[in-house]
């Protein structure tokens, strides 16, 4: 099968650099159901009994995207990545940040509020930690945590957006998640 453009690349739109200071993470066990158009995720429910958990902080203390991973013998695959800077303190804070595996995350990008402003990362394979660190003497003692996808289960797509009918629309969905 060939792998062929179908549009035009019109770069219209200049980008705005970084994230809003908010991002959804999601345990991909606990079983939360996508309902994906080509890349575009048209709907998320939350696993039943479950949450998703929010990551809040300052101006770029995270970071997300995707890089090509390119192989004559297989497609074409996308390896997601998202980091974070915590100011974990507490033991159970510690160990929460420890322990955590296997998840999925929705960021919103700055900019405008229109369709591509929430991007979704690991939502078919999930993302996995790849690198914690944290020196009491470098960058004011903050730990520093990167999820990657795994060698072998990159995803489909560079990125997956998060889009209902609105901004307002997919903000409550997002928002929902979190009871």
């Not at 695959?77 to 159970?92: I, L, N, P």
């Not at 060698?151 to 797509?157: C, L, S």
Request: net charge negative.
């Amino acid at each position: 099968m060939a792998n062929l453009l179908t549009a035009s690349i019109a770069n219209t739109t200049r980008p705005v650099k970084g994230l809003k200071p908010k991002a959804w993470i999601f345990n991909k066990m606990d079983n939360h159901a996508l309902t994906f158009t080509g890349n575009k995720i048209i709907n998320l429910v939350k696993g039943s009994g479950k949450t998703s958990y929010n990551i809040e902080g300052f101006k770029d203390f995270m970071n997300a995207g995707s890089s090509a991973v390119i192989a004559e013998n297989f497609p074409t695959g996308y390896k997601h990545t998202f980091s974070v800077d915590t100011f974990s303190a507490t033991a159970a804070e510690r160990a929460n940040i420890d322990l955590a595996d296997d998840v999925f995350v929705v960021v919103e990008v700055n900019g405008s509020q229109t369709e591509g402003c929430f991007l979704a990362y690991g939502v078919n394979n999930g993302l996995w930690k790849s690198a914690q660190t944290q020196m009491a003497n470098d960058n004011n003692a903050v730990t520093k945590v990167t999820f990657e996808s795994r060698a072998g289960m990159e995803e489909v797509y560079s990125v997956y957006p998060l889009w209902l009918t609105s901004y307002a629309i997919t903000l409550a969905l997002l928002v929902a998640t979190e009871s």
